[in-house]
C-alpha cells in the first residue's frame, strides 16, 4: 500500500515536497515513480528512481525543478518540486514496480503498465 501526502495550493515560483510511504512490505528492490494526471489529461510520468538511487529519471518539463529521491529504511520515496509553474498543477500518483530495476529510458522508467502499485494521489495546485 502507497500513502502520498504533501500536496497543496502554492503560488507560481513556489516549491512542495511530496512523500509517499509504503507500507506492508519492503519495497527496497522496487522502483518507484512519480505520475501526474491533470482533468481531461492522461496520466503522465513524472520522475523515477531505481532501486538503490543510482539512477533517476525526469521528463523534460520538470528537469531542474524536481528532484525524486527515496529513503528505504523508511519506505518511502520524494519529490521535491521547486520553482513551481500553473501547468504543474495536477493530481501526483506514486507508483512502485519490481519489474524494472534500471531502466535505460525515460520511456522505459514512464511505462505505466509496468507499474503494479499505485498511491491515492494528493493534489497539487499553483497558482499564476
Known amino acids: 500500500q502507497l500513502q502520498a501526502c504533501g500536496g497543496g495550493l502554492v503560488q507560481a515560483g513556489g516549491s512542495l515536497r511530496l512523500s509517499c510511504a509504503a507500507s506492508g512490505r519492503t519495497f527496497s528492490t522496487y522502483f518507484l515513480g512519480w505520475f501526474r494526471q491533470s482533468p481531461g489529461k492522461e496520466r503522465e510520468f513524472v520522475a523515477g528512481?531505481?532501486?538503490?538511487?543510482?539512477?533517476?529519471y525526469y521528463i523534460d518539463s520538470v528537469k531542474g525543478r524536481f528532484t525524486i529521491s527515496r529513503d528505504n529504511a523508511k519506505n518511502t520515496v520524494y519529490l521535491q518540486m521547486d520553482s513551481l509553474k500553473p501547468e504543474d498543477t495536477a493530481v501526483y500518483y506514486c507508483a512502485a514496480t519490481p519489474k524494472i530495476r534500471t531502466p535505460g529510458t525515460v520511456v522505459v522508467a514512464g511505462t505505466k503498465r509496468f507499474y503494479d502499485l499505485w498511491g491515492q494521489g494528493t493534489q497539487v495546485t499553483v497558482s499564476s
Open positions: 528512481i531505481s532501486w538503490n538511487g543510482g539512477r533517476t
